[in-house]
């Protein structure tokens, strides 16, 4: 069982940062391939980025790419999603996720921290 936490969410102009993170229970964190999703109202949940188990590999949604960036710390069993030149369509709900290790489907899922990015 892995338990998720988001923080890190507020209120920002274009053209800001954000950092969320994602602090996770569970002695097994290291196993996970960790991902962040994004649902805004009327819309459907999307994928943002995921990084492995390790930290060693990456991948993001191109509506991200070369603005935002993840990455982990397994000592403190946290994951990070840095957000920069943020837009208004940036603007959802944000959840960080946990897949296992050689599994397909997202299993656990947080709460979700709101980001707002105003014009």
């Known amino acids: 069982q892995v338990q998720l936490v988001e923080s890190g969410g507020g209120l920002v102009q274009a053209g800001g940062s954000l950092r969320l993170s994602c602090a996770a229970s569970g002695r097994t964190f290291s196993s996970y391939t960790m991902g962040w999703f994004r649902q805004s109202p009327g819309k459907e949940r999307e994928f943002v980025a995921h990084?492995?188990?390790?930290?060693?590999?990456?991948y993001y949604a191109d509506s991200v790419k070369g603005r935002f960036t993840v990455s982990r710390d397994n000592a403190k069993n946290t994951v990070y999603l840095q957000m920069n030149s943020l837009k208004p369509e940036d603007t959802a709900v944000y959840y960080c996720a946990a897949r296992p290790y050689g599994g397909n489907a997202y299993v656990y899922w947080g709460q979700g921290t709101q980001v707002t990015v105003s014009s």
């Open positions: 990084i492995s188990w390790s930290g060693g590999s990456t």
